[in-house]
T-cell receptor
Framework: DTEVTQTPKHLVMGMTNKKSLKCEQHMGHRAMYWYKQKAKKPPELMFVYSYEKLSINESVPSRFSPECPNSSLLNLHLHALQPEDSALYLC??????????FGQGTRLTVV | AQSVTQLDSQVPVFEEAPVELRCNYSSSVSVYLFWYVQYPNQGLQLLLKYLSGSTLVKGINGFEAEFNKSQTSFHLRKPSVHISDTAEYFCAVSDRGSSNTGKLIFGQGTTLQVKP
């Protein structure tokens, strides 16, 4: 199994809603990542989890809250988002050396 | 700190023609180098990587890249492209250091447009 699975694929939420993005991998990778990608731009790193502990937070606003319940799962909790937060959110996992496997992403629209 | 520059934002090419997508990087430390491809409305897929050893690396779908340390370049090539190669291509680097978290620094991307 060399897949990273993200759910949902699409999400529309209001600015007062609370929602969560989910990511799962069964490759035994101990590093997991959240990236944000705006249209026609490269992915931007948001968070890195290493061995289930948050190791990098790239100054992401607190309305984004990551969680790593176990070595296979990564969540991104969303609350009080703004329209400019609309983007493709990508999850990735890695054994290290930067060789990352990406999920298909969640297309988020904030209305 | 590292940075990646992809020299062409768009590369139009006819089907079956060769193509080169250019990538230069800057880093104060040794890095690993990658090319990823992103098809419309999809995630990123690893095309190839340079970790060590031979400077010419071969990847999936007939792509190859050559690491040039003196020119700090990692250009991607394919001798004959297909319509299905139309996609966004990202060059990326990752710090080799002992504290490597696998964080990827991406270039701005190059749109490869293959025309019939």
């Amino acid at each position: 199994d060399t897949e990273v699975t993200q759910t949902p694929k699409h999400l529309v939420m209001g600015m007062t809603n609370k929602k969560s993005l989910k990511c799962e991998q069964h490759m035994g990778h101990r590093a997991m990542y959240w990236y944000k990608q705006k249209a026609k731009k490269p992915p931007e790193l948001m968070f890195v989890y290493s061995y289930e502990k948050l190791s990098i937070n790239e100054s992401v606003p607190s309305r984004f809250s990551p969680e790593c319940p176990n070595s296979s799962l990564l969540n991104l909790h969303l609350h009080a988002l703004q329209p400019e937060d609309s983007a493709l959110y990508l999850c990735a996992s890695s054994l290290g050396q930067g060789k990352a496997f990406f999920g298909q992403g969640t297309r988020l629209t904030v209305v | 700190a590292q940075s990646v520059t992809q020299l062409d934002s768009q590369v139009p090419v006819f089907e079956e023609a060769p193509v080169e997508l250019r990538c230069n990087y800057s880093s104060s430390v040794s890095v690993y180098l990658f090319w990823y491809v992103q098809y419309p409305n999809q995630g990123l897929q690893l095309l190839l990587k340079y970790l060590s050893g031979s400077t010419l690396v071969k990847g999936i779908n007939g792509f190859e890249a050559e690491f040039n340390k003196s020119q700090t370049s990692f250009h991607l090539r394919k001798p004959s492209v297909h319509i299905s190669d139309t996609a966004e291509y990202f060059c990326a680097v990752s710090d080799r250091g002992s504290s490597n978290t696998g964080k990827l620094i991406f270039g701005q991307g190059t749109t490869l447009q293959v025309k019939p």
